[in-house]
């Protein structure tokens, strides 16, 4: 089954603590996304890369972070410096081929703090 | 700033009716514009898409009609069915950079 694997599907997380939210992809997509949807404000791009070891602040990276150390890997890391991190999260890939053009999306992991 | 803007927030059609979702941009490096459909608790799947060189697109009951001049597109469904029923969101891709930026979605629900 080709596609995108995201986990946990649900996490809970004490104010003060990191977590890591997986995504891996067996697409053999160069680009990978993190989203963060909140209701109302549709999908908020946090970071993004296009190649290993390289990837790029979107609108919301303050307080995440991310590695990209194999091509089908791009975990999110979620920090104590998120004041508001409660939010559905979405990864997602890319080929960056502009012929191809269709990014595919995870199933999502929801995020509440306690 | 919101660099997709989408309207209405929600919509509620009858059964067999037609749904309609607009959205518009500023950005003429925008090259790209997809549709996706969201169901509750999973990631969002691709409809239905469009290029700028293109001014229709139909797929089944999904219809993207294309307006460069305007900078405009919207999502047209065609006898809507309660299926239907789940939140669609626009975007655009930048032709740089691979950058994909989404509306804010619409709440669709059909009624029986």
């Known amino acids: 089954d080709g596609g995108i694997t995201q986990s946990p599907k649900y996490l809970f997380r004490k104010e003060g603590q990191n977590v890591t939210l997986s995504c891996e992809q067996n697409?053999?997509?160069?680009?990978m996304y993190w989203y963060r949807q909140d209701p109302g404000q549709g999908l908020r791009l946090i970071y993004y890369?296009?190649?290993?070891?390289?990837?790029q602040k979107g609108d919301i990276a303050e307080g995440y972070s991310v590695s990209r150390e194999k091509k089908e890997s791009f975990p999110l890391t979620v920090t104590s410096a998120q004041k508001n991190p409660t939010a559905f999260y979405l990864c997602a890939s890319s080929m960056l081929d502009p012929a191809y053009n269709e990014q595919f999306f995870g199933p999502g992991t929801r995020l509440t703090v306690l | 700033q919101q660099q997709v803007k989408q309207s209405p927030q929600s919509l509620i059609v009858q059964k067999g009716g037609i749904s309609i979702i607009n959205c518009a941009y500023e950005n003429t490096a925008f090259d790209y514009f997809p549709w996706y459909q969201q169901f509750p608790g999973k990631g969002p799947a691709l409809l239905i898409a469009?290029?700028?060189?293109?001014s229709e697109k139909k797929e089944g009951r999904f219809t993207i009609s294309f307006n460069k001049s305007a900078k405009q597109f919207s999502l047209h469904i065609m006898d809507s069915q309660p299926g239907d029923s789940a939140t669609y969101f626009c975007a655009a891709r930048r032709n740089t950079g691979n950058q994909f930026y989404f509306g804010t979605g619409t709440s669709l629900t059909v009624i029986p």
């Open positions: 697409l053999n997509h160069d680009a």
């Open positions: 890369s296009q190649i290993v070891n390289d990837f």
């Open positions: 469009i290029r700028p060189d293109v």
